[in-house]
């Protein structure tokens, strides 16, 4: 049985014959792999079932919770013999939704993780977190480019690209991979280096999971003590001034400086700050790598433009640098859209603001500066796109029941008001939504040339589409967009 009738979704009926094969598939598994197999009627399924973003619908013929990487290639040689799909999961923060004729293949227990201080790398397995990898380098005064979140797992983030609190300073997160370990679509598994599996090597380090089940990461890390950094907080009836002041000023920023700006819709949570309960803000994201007796003009700057009513700026261990963002920890139905700016003139943040106001449905509205050590290729290509962009645009909203049910227009409001300033691309991990126009923002990203050598590589690696097309990474498919 081929899948060759196009991507499975979450809404799909499956066939009695993929229901069959399903079945088939999974007392196979549960009798060869060292891990768990779930069915639909036994005890745990349903609680393996939801990730950090709760508006995905995952209902899978079955779930495998991988313990070692041979289980990932067992369960993919079987969906292979089956015909069914494999949707891949974490952490949950960027897995899509899972449909009955697929296979949910959890691989949160590789947990893998191994710091090496004299060749300054780390190796993790696909279910590491970033804040595991901070605290293991920290004693050595090293740490890794993790993203805003250090819940966030640290293969799927860099799969994407992984563009985070240092990106000026240190580039990408993908920049600094060294060796992947894979599942390829057929079920074997690889070692993919700059000399080795040349192709994929490249596509994974920015085009993400399309192309096979990572199971094992070897990166760079970066000397990284202490960084100056935290966020200033301004009530929301500041933000023309703040965000306006903070344009003018992060134009010629050095690139040891990574910041950005966001306006948030806070809930009255008892474990937030007292200052930022239930209330409307905007806050400025601030990241400086150096000398830490160096001045911060923009903070500065800032900090005499509004009265801010949380300043949390200062001398931070490498290993807090989750406490920059504060990003929510516990899950939730979350939506998002994102979009690539070539500009943000005085006019584009005056339509940023009139599309954001405080009583907006859209909870996040970030512009982050881009430039620096983003723009410069590394040292071995990569498949990352929008290294053209100056900044990026992101926006989330949270999904019904929590939020209205029109919360998806209201996000898509403000990425068109901001359109007469986009490169018309999207950075793979700021995607948004696994949609149409979604796809089309991240093949506008990668150009035509980039974009035809990874549908050339995934048509090779995966002709029946067993790695669900439906995913963030496989808006890089002949099947999507």
């Given amino acids: ?40 009627d036994d005890d745990g399924y349903e609680e393996a079932l939801p990730g950090y973003n709760l508006a995905l619908d995952h209902r899978p013929a079955f779930v495998v919770r991988a313990a070692t990487p041979g289980d990932v290639a067992l369960t993919v040689r079987a969906a292979v013999a089956h ?17 009955p004729a697929d296979v949910l293949l959890d691989t949160s227990g590789l947990a893998r993780l191994e710091v090496d201080p004299l060749s300054r790398t780390a190796t993790v397995g696909a279910g590491v977190r970033w804040q595991a990898v901070l605290d293991a380098a920290a004693p050595h005064g090293l740490g890794g480019l993790c993203g805003s979140s250090p819940q966030v797992g640290v293969v799927g983030y860099t799969l994407g690209g992984g563009l985070g609190p240092s990106a ?13 370990d894979v599942v ?12 080795r599996h040349t192709d994929l090597f490249w596509a994974l380090r920015g085009a993400g999971g399309a192309y096979g089940v990572v199971t094992a990461m070897t990166f760079d890390l970066i000397p990284a003590a202490v960084v100056r950094a935290g966020a200033l907080w301004f009530d929301v009836g500041d933000a023309p001034a703040v965000v306006h002041r903070w344009r003018e000023l992060v134009t ?12 948030l819709n806070l809930p009255p949570l008892p474990d937030l700050p007292a200052p930022l309960r239930g209330r409307a803000v905007v806050a400025v994201r601030y990241v400086r790598h150096g000398d830490l007796d160096a001045p911060d003009p923009l903070v500065d700057a800032l900090r005499t433009t509004a009265a801010p009513v949380l300043d949390t700026v200062g001398d931070l261990p490498y290993s807090a640098l989750g406490a920059v963002h504060a990003d929510p920890e516990d899950p939730m139905p979350l939506l998002d ?7 943000l003139p005085a006019e584009a943040v005056d339509a940023f603001l009139a599309a954001t106001p405080a009583d907006s449905p859209v909870v996040l509205a970030e512009l982050r500066l881009l430039g620096g050590a983003v723009a410069r290729p590394p040292a071995v290509p990569s498949a990352v796109a929008g290294r053209d962009a100056a900044y990026t645009l992101f926006v989330g909203a949270l999904g019904w029941p929590a939020g209205p049910p029109d919360a998806a227009e209201h996000l898509q409001r403000v990425v068109d ?21 979604s796809a089309r923002q991240v093949r506008t990203a990668f150009g035509p040339a980039a974009y035809d050598r990874l549908v050339t590589l995934r048509r090779r690696l995966d002709p029946h589409g067993v790695l669900d097309p439906t995913s963030r990474w496989a808006v890089v498919s002949d099947r999507v967009g």
């Fill in 1 to 40: 049985m081929s899948r060759t009738t196009g991507p499975t979704t979450a809404l799909d009926v499956p066939t009695s014959e993929h229901l069959a094969a399903a079945t088939d598939a999974a007392a196979a598994l549960a009798r060869t792999i060292s891990g768990t197999v779930l069915r639909p």
């Fill in 83 to 99: 015909g069914l799909g494999v949707g891949v999961r974490s952490t949950g923060h960027s897995a899509a939704a899972t449909g």
């Fill in 168 to 180: 000026r300073t240190f580039g990408f997160a993908a920049d600094h991979v060294r060796s992947i």
């Fill in 184 to 195: 390829t679509p057929s079920g074997d598994l690889v070692t993919a280096t700059p000399t």
């Fill in 252 to 263: 010629d920023l050095p690139d040891a400086v990574s910041t950005s700006v966001v306006r």
């Fill in 337 to 343: 859209r994102g979009v690539a700016l070539r500009e």
């Fill in 417 to 437: 008001a901001l359109a007469p300033w986009s490169t018309g691309g999207s950075l793979l991990n700021f995607a948004g939504p696994r949609d149409a126009a």
